[in-house]
């Protein structure tokens, strides 16, 4: 099976940075996830990481550790309509389930 | 773009309905999923299929049949609904060989 974990809350300021961190354990691992989802709202796609490292998509950014069962969400030059709670996914290999984990939800204050 | 659509944003029903939530994708994927997100427990996969008439059971089954006679339509029943099947309902969609999951924006079930 498969344990997610990331914190469930996070507060940060307009304008800064923030790193959201996901550890997961799974018995077989394909790739990590991350979606935001606005209160009310679907999930949305923001980042597939499969191989080691960091991948940069503006002013996100998400890294993946395989050995160390880690990933972050960076979330820089941080702007309100970032407000939202934060999905880390996991795809195990040659599944086609993917495990969610809780979400963070993050506050973003002037 | 992808679009995925589901038949209500809010639905009411009473203890013992029979319910049916339906969902449509219109980019001819072939793997559809339902799932229910709950405070506290995240996205927990219901039913998902990958194909016209395939299904298979996600974490939670119990209490939920899906039915998928047409590849763009995944439909979602609740024989019997109950008190403790009040959550929100997401239904996503994925094209086989790639990774990406689109979901539709959701249905607010209360069951009373």
């Known amino acids: 099976g498969q344990n997610i974990d990331q914190p469930t809350e996070m507060t940060a300021t307009e304008g800064a940075i923030v790193q959201i961190n996901c550890t997961y354990q799974t018995s077989g691992f394909n790739g990590l996830f991350w979606y935001q989802q606005h209160a009310g709202e679907a999930p949305t796609f923001l980042s597939y990481?499969?191989?080691?490292g960091l991948e940069e998509k503006g002013r996100f950014s998400s890294f993946l550790s395989r050995s160390k069962g880690y990933s972050y969400l960076l979330l820089k030059e941080l702007q309100m309509k970032d407000s939202a709670s934060y999905l880390c996914?996991?795809?195990?290999?040659?599944?086609?389930?993917?495990?969610f984990g809780t979400g963070t939800k993050l506050q973003v204050i002037p | 773009d992808v679009k995925v659509t589901q038949s209500s944003r809010y639905l009411v029903k009473r203890t013992g309905e029979k319910v049916f939530l339906e969902c449509v994708q219109d980019m001819d994927h072939e793997n559809m999923f339902w799932y229910r997100q709950d405070p506290g427990l995240g996205l927990r996969l219901i039913y998902f299929?990958?194909?016209?008439?395939?299904?298979e059971k996600g974490d939670i089954p119990e209490g939920y049949s899906v039915s998928r006679e047409k590849k763009e339509r995944f439909s979602l029943i609740l024989e019997s609904a109950s008190t403790n099947q009040t959550s929100m309902y997401l239904c996503?969609?994925?094209?086989?060989?790639?990774?990406?999951?689109?979901f539709g924006p959701g249905t607010r079930l209360t069951v009373l």
């Open positions: 996503a969609s994925r094209s086989r060989g790639t990774d990406t999951q689109y």
């Open positions: 990481n499969v191989l080691d």
């Open positions: 299929s990958y194909d016209v008439k395939m299904k």
């Open positions: 996914a996991v795809r195990p290999l040659s599944n086609q389930k993917v495990t």
